[in-house]
């Protein structure tokens, strides 16, 4: 059974990293949720022991692969995020799904700042606003998430 | 096993360790070059996932094709049938204007331009890192795409190849802000290098002194210099000429051939194999006839 439950981690972040690299249409593109980060902020919360810098660091490693950016960038920008959540899950389990969702946006900030930096210091790039509506789309996902994995969990009694 | 202590290093060095470990590898990868060799087999381990990712657009496009109807394939067919007409026309006339070019070069003891080998790919994949202009296709190593290989639409120049994997393969468009072509004016030879600016629609011509003679509509090709893109494909035409003189350089900038927004088919290009010796009467007619038909 506990091989079992393995995978459902597993496959659940893998199914955000096919959704990370999907294609959509340009206009929806600017939008997408950052999958990969929400996924993982959800495991981190709810089974720190089970997910936390490493898997993040990880799952950043494979975003560098399927993205083609230097490798290291994204599962730096993963790994810090997701600290901050494994560092303080006792305090950010008692807030309600919405003050959560703040906190998800912020923790989305930090993460396409991070990002952004990165890039900025090995390529020449500006920074435009847009880079930042990810945040917006990623708060107002992260109830229906919350509530759907923390059906699969509950359902398959993941420890 | 929940328990309250926790297993392995804690939290801070793991964090440590992770930063650590990542600074490592964007150094080794961006300034080494270190993982030249091995993301062939990276990207050969994620390959399913890009799969899976581009299921939907490939069923929507089969269902798609399945639902066209009679009338809209009648009117394709038309189309087609009179864009044949036209162009095989037009091969005719560079047949005879090729074998008289052949011939002039021969007289000028210049080498004939040979014919190179072709193949025609599709778009997989568009990437949505938005610093970054990228794409994937769906030839890869077995097909025999190389690092820094050109690829062309049926307009003009899209990029080149920057990843290869084993079936599918990554290509850094020619707008990306790390991307600069080499190019020359048709109207005068003036060279210029051509850099990306991040937009789908600009390229920047770098160090242009203003008394250079460029103009709005001037039509620009690879002039073959910096030995990646083969000489003579059509790249951009310059859309502005601003002649500030407050500035050391005129800012000129172009509008690509290439329609990058809406790329579907896309050409790779060999310049140093000629097309094998069977299919050598096949390449000389218009590449959308046949795909694959350098194999």
Not at chain 2, 155 to 171: D, L, W, Y
Not at chain 2, 206 to 211: A, F, L, N, T, W
Request: a neutral charge; aromatic letters at 8%.
């Amino acid at each position: 059974m506990l091989r079992a439950r393995h995978y459902v981690i597993a496959s659940t972040i893998l199914v955000a990293l096919v959704l990370q690299i999907m294609p959509l249409p340009i206009q929806a593109d600017l939008y997408r949720p950052d999958w990969v980060l929400i996924v993982l902020a959800y495991w981190t919360m709810a089974l720190p022991h089970r997910v936390n810098v490493g898997v993040a660091f990880l799952a950043g490693l494979a975003m560098d692969i399927l993205l083609g950016t230097a490798l290291g960038i994204h599962s730096l920008a993963l790994s810090a995020s997701v600290y901050v959540l494994a560092a303080n899950y006792q305090r950010l389990r008692n807030y309600s799904v919405w003050q959560q969702a703040i906190i998800i946006g912020l923790l989305c900030s930090l993460y396409h700042l991070v990002l952004f930096w990165l890039q900025h210091l090995l390529t020449d790039i500006p920074f435009q606003f847009a880079y930042l509506w990810p945040i917006f789309s990623s708060m107002i996902l992260w109830p229906w998430i919350f509530w759907l994995l923390r059906k699969l969990r509950r359902q398959l009694t993941i420890t | 096993m929940d328990t309250i202590f926790t297993r392995g290093p804690s939290l801070n060095n793991r964090l440590a360790l992770a930063i650590a470990l990542s600074v490592l590898l964007i150094f080794a990868d961006h300034k080494l070059d270190a993982f030249q060799s091995t993301r062939v087999y990276l990207n050969s381990i994620m390959s399913p996932l890009q799969y899976i990712a581009n299921l939907p657009k490939v069923l929507l496009n089969e269902s798609a094709q399945r639902l066209t109807s009679h009338q809209a394939l009648l009117a394709d067919n038309e189309r087609l049938t009179n864009q044949n007409l036209k162009m095989s026309e037009q091969l005719q006339r560079f047949n005879v204007l090729q074998a008289e070019n052949a011939e002039l070069r021969k007289l000028l003891d210049v080498p004939v331009k040979p014919q190179v080998r072709k193949m025609v790919a599709e778009l997989m994949a568009v990437d949505n890192n938005p610093f970054s202009q990228q794409i994937m296709i769906n030839k890869g190593a077995l097909d025999g795409v190389y690092l820094s290989q050109s690829v062309l639409d049926d307009r003009g120049i899209v990029g080149q190849v920057m990843e290869v994997g084993t079936t599918n393969s990554r290509v850094v468009l020619i707008s990306d802000v790390t991307h600069a072509i080499p190019v020359r004016s048709l109207r005068n030879n003036i060279r210029f290098v051509a850099t990306g600016n991040g937009a789908f629609d600009e390229l920047f011509l770098e160090h242009v002194p203003h008394s250079v003679d460029v103009q709005e509509g001037d039509m620009l090709v690879s002039s073959g210099l910096g030995e990646v893109f083969p000489e003579g494909y059509p790249v951009a035409r310059v859309s502005s000429v601003v002649h500030d003189e407050g500035r050391p350089f005129a800012t000129v900038t172009a509008q690509p051939l290439a329609r990058l927004d809406r790329l579907k088919h896309l050409l790779l290009l060999w310049p140093q194999q000629r097309p094998d010796a069977d299919t050598e009467q096949q390449a000389q007619e218009p590449q959308s006839a046949a795909s694959q038909q350098g194999e």
